[in-house]
């Protein structure tokens, strides 16, 4: 279980290795360290699922979207903090650009679309590539977000 300092425990429900609790412990993280606004980039392939995962966040409801060309920007806030949740276009012609976004990122959601199975390997090049980054390297927590966890061994 998880403690606070006074010994009393916040995550009254949460089971050891739970995403729940995971998400719980970098919450608390993000609170030592006061910030008022925390900037999270959401990458992945064309047709992944980003925007939705973004408005999922935003609005709790599934909208339908279209291809992203660029970016979308959302503000998200969760118990006075502050997410600016940037949704990044995962077209072949745009990934060259995601470096533009890596300054001051402090998570990063990668989405798989684990059904495609055959452009895998083109996620996970993309996925070494923006590790590879100086601005990524210096703090970052990747969530991956995929269907079947066996997939997650192939990545990392």
């Known amino acids: 279980m998880c403690?606070?300092?006074n010994?009393?425990?916040?995550?009254?429900?949460?089971?050891?290795?739970t995403k729940e609790l995971f998400l719980y412990e970098?919450?608390?993280?993000?609170?030592?360290?006061?910030?008022l606004k925390h900037k999270v980039?959401?990458?992945g392939l064309d047709n992944a699922g980003k925007t939705t995962i973004l408005y999922q966040f935003l609005m709790n409801e599934v909208v339908h979207t279209s291809p992203t060309i660029g970016s979308n920007v959302e503000e998200i806030v969760v118990k006075n903090t502050h997410f600016l949740m940037w949704?990044?276009?995962?077209q072949e012609s745009l990934r060259s650009?995601?470096?533009?976004?890596?300054?001051?990122?402090?998570?990063?959601?990668?989405v798989v679309d684990s059904i495609?199975?055959?452009?895998?390997?083109?996620?996970?090049?993309e996925l070494?590539?923006?590790?590879?980054?100086e601005d990524i390297n210096k703090f970052l927590d990747l969530f991956s977000s995929l269907e079947d966890d066996k997939w997650s061994e192939y990545l990392l």
């Open 87 to 90: 949704d990044i276009g995962g």
């Open 26 to 35: 970098e919450w608390k993280q993000l609170k030592k360290h006061e910030k």
């Open 97 to 110: 650009s995601w470096n533009t976004y890596y300054s001051n990122t402090e998570f990063i959601i990668l």
């Open 41 to 43: 980039i959401i990458v």
């Open 128 to 133: 070494y590539r923006m590790l590879a980054h």
């Open 7 to 17: 010994g009393t425990s916040n995550a009254r429900h949460l089971k050891e290795g």
């Open 116 to 125: 495609d199975r055959e452009r895998l390997a083109i996620t996970k090049e």
């Open 3 to 5: 403690y606070e300092r």
